[in-house]
């Protein structure tokens, strides 16, 4: 699914096909991307409930739980800066 043309509800299937689509090395498998997103979301999910992505926040911290190419992505750069610092010149005025 591109992340423009998501539709919400999204279940963990489909985050999972998601994460497969987009890195053909990807090797974890149902069950190892369940137990990280139980240890990672312990307090937070309510146990034998689905794993559903009701927005984009909720969708990348899913998959950000176990696809580290992904988190990667998401995070952002930092910026080198181009600006130079500008200096207060002011010439030798006499009165």
């Known amino acids: 699914m591109s992340r423009n043309a ?13 994460a497969h689509k987009s890195n053909k090395s990807f090797t974890l498998n149902d069950k ?3 137990s990280r997103l139980r ?3 312990a307090d937070a ?8 992505a ?14 580290t190419q992904y ?3 998401l995070t952002r750069k930092p910026r080198a800066s181009k600006r130079v610092a ?3 010149d002011v010439a030798n005025v006499e009165a």
């Open 39 to 41: 240890a990672k979301f």
């Open 45 to 52: 999910h309510i146990k034998n409930t689905s794993w559903i």
């Open 6 to 18: 998501m539709s919400f509800p999204v279940v963990l299937k489909s985050i999972i096909n998601d």
């Open 32 to 34: 190892q991307i369940r």
């Open 54 to 67: 009701t927005n984009k926040r909720e969708y990348d911290a899913i998959r950000c739980a176990f696809d």
């Open 71 to 73: 988190a990667s992505s």
């Open 86 to 88: 500008k200096t207060n």
